[in-house]
């Protein structure tokens, strides 16, 4: 019998402000376009199944009804703040929460892959509308290994199939938005200078060779406005990185 992201299975695990109010739909056609401008920073829409889930750069991302994460947050950052920060403090988050819930292991390939032993788990989406930011995250979760999609670029992964059991989603949920709220506070306060620990410990791309967009290069790092460096001198903006054989 498969879990359910329902408000009675989720909203009692909720114990901060992010995932209040929580909107819940079985079927949508993306959790993104679920959070009208009305509704308070940290509503979240969350649903079993997507009939049109994006990724980046035009990509699709599609699961199985019912075997993973789907969720969408809104956020309203204050003009200071760079907003495309917020998809590297998102990765952080849902790393931490995934190592907290499962025991696994969590990279991040820059700007918004998770990895788990190089296999893509989940991708985070960050996406301006009216001021605000709607952040939407999509986890692998117990998709069995038939039910991973088999036309991406990355090869994919299920947190399911990397721990060999079925994981409780409403507490990945819960500890997801528990750990969104706790690193948004920290870079409200900070910058990214709160999450660059972090991303550089879970650096996937650090010492690979690498191709974005024309330029080509070992990556080194990310300087402090979020950028991938490159042993070249470059320091890229967004993209999509490719390794190099
Ligand atoms: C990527 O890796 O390209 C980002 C994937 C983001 C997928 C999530 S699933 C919840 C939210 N709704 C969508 O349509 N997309 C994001």
Redesign the pocket.
């Known amino acids: 019998m498969p879990d359910s992201l329902a408000p009675a299975a989720v909203e009692p695990l909720l114990a901060g402000r992010f995932g209040r109010p929580y909107l819940y739909r079985t079927r949508c056609t993306?959790?993104?376009e679920l959070l009208g401008a009305d509704l308070p920073e940290g509503a979240a829409a969350v649903c079993e199944e997507?009939t049109a889930?994006?990724?980046?750069?035009g990509?699709t991302?599609s699961a199985p009804a019912g075997t993973s994460l789907?969720?969408?947050l809104l956020l309203r950052p204050p003009p200071e703040r760079r907003a495309p920060e917020l998809a590297l403090v998102a990765g952080v988050a849902a790393a931490e929460a995934i190592e907290q819930t499962a025991g696994l292991a969590v990279s991040i390939k820059w700007p918004?892959?998770l990895l788990l032993d190089g296999r893509k788990a989940g991708?985070?989406?960050a996406e301006a509308r009216d001021g605000a930011v709607v952040l939407?995250?999509?986890l692998n979760v117990n998709q069995t290994a038939e039910e991973l999609p088999t036309d991406t670029r990355l090869p994919p992964a299920s947190l399911r199939v990397a721990l060999g059991s079925e994981l409780d989603r409403p507490a990945l949920l819960a500890s997801l938005l528990a750990r969104l709220e706790a690193h948004y506070d920290a870079w409200l306060g900070l910058g990214l200078a709160a999450a660059l620990p972090e991303l550089e410990r879970r650096d996937f791309l650090r010492g690979r060779r690498v191709r974005v967009g024309g330029a080509t290069g070992v990556a080194a790092g990310l300087d402090a406005l979020g950028r991938l460096l490159l042993d070249t001198g470059d320091a890229l903006e967004s993209g999509e990185v490719e390794l190099e054989p």
């Open positions: 993306s959790t993104q997507q889930g994006r990724g980046r750069l990509r991302w789907l969720c969408s918004n892959d991708g985070i989406l939407g995250i999509g």
